[in-house]
């Protein structure tokens, strides 16, 4: 009975959580299919109704609030960044994991400790490389900065290398495999949960940035921005009154690429997390 009780107070706490965690969400949506385009602080739930903030977002861009290129832009950077991104981290990861070579064990610390710092402290000097390169005002920059660092996260799916037997390398070497083909061939198609859990990983940090992606693009054509720049435009003190409920519509199309991504891999998203937890 005790523990019966004690279960029961558990999912009480969770519920009244998960309640306290989604009425954000639910006044997001509710406000983005508000009749009124401002802010409504008088009532929860709009007293009209209407479904014209999302018509607004996609079929009636204007010199303020041009979405169907903003969530253009954001996906292009997004896709290219999560392809090289997840390319990137795999290898990385197998070649600390599989592979036996001089300073393999020093590279190693110093690219944990290289991820202590935050990447903040580097934005300006990014910004100036960038800059010099000719890659400043870019999507193919961004792309660049985004993928470029990405092989230093390649701990947990190390770790998750890890479990992999090595007697099956090894057979595959006897037979004259190349570390290519091992790669490819044995370790890829085993490596499914952790190749998701980096593909959703690699996808959503440039889907969701907006301070390296303000720092980069300098244009004050809306056409050039990404979704987090031009939903943060659209709540500035002068148009906040007119474009907050379309604001909200934004927000919501906004996640539900991530959303329909991460319940399609959900399942091995969380094998990813805990297989990669198992060895270090």
């Known amino acids: 009975m005790k523990k019966t009780m004690k279960t029961i107070l558990h999912h009480l706490v969770l519920a009244f959580l998960a309640f306290i965690w989604l009425i954000p969400i639910i006044w997001l949506f509710v406000t983005s299919l508000s009749a009124y385009k401002g802010i409504n602080t008088m009532h929860f739930f709009p007293t009209e109704w209407s479904a014209d903030n999302y018509v607004q977002l996609f079929f009636r861009p204007d010199t303020v609030a041009n979405f169907p290129a903003w969530f253009k832009n954001s996906m292009i950077i997004g896709t290219c960044s999560c392809v090289v991104s997840t390319l990137f981290v795999l290898m990385v990861a197998y070649a600390m994991s599989c592979m036996r070579f001089k300073a393999r064990k020093p590279l190693m610390s110093f690219a944990i400790i290289l991820g202590m710092f935050p990447g903040v402290l580097s934005m300006i000097a990014i910004y100036f490389v960038m800059k010099l390169l000719g890659l400043s005002n870019s999507l193919f920059g961004l792309v660049v900065i985004y993928s470029?660092?990405?092989?230093?996260?390649?701990?947990?799916?190390?770790?998750?290398?890890?479990?992999?037997p090595a007697s099956l390398r090894e057979s595959a070497k006897l037979e004259g495999a190349s570390e290519l083909t091992i790669f490819t061939k044995i370790v890829i198609p085993l490596s499914k949960p952790i190749i998701v859990y980096t593909v959703i990983n690699s996808f959503l940090a440039p889907w969701m940035d907006f301070v390296m992606a303000k720092l980069m693009i300098r244009s004050k054509n809306p056409v050039d921005w990404t979704v987090a720049m031009g939903l943060f435009t659209l709540v500035q003190r002068t148009l906040v009154g007119d474009y907050f409920s379309v604001f909200c519509a934004g927000g919501i199309i906004v996640a539900i690429p991530i959303s329909v991504l991460f319940l399609i891999m959900q399942k091995f998203y969380v094998e990813g997390i805990t297989g990669g937890a198992v060895k270090g």
């Open 148 to 164: 470029a660092g990405s092989g230093l996260g390649y701990l947990i799916c190390k770790g998750f290398f890890d479990t992999i």
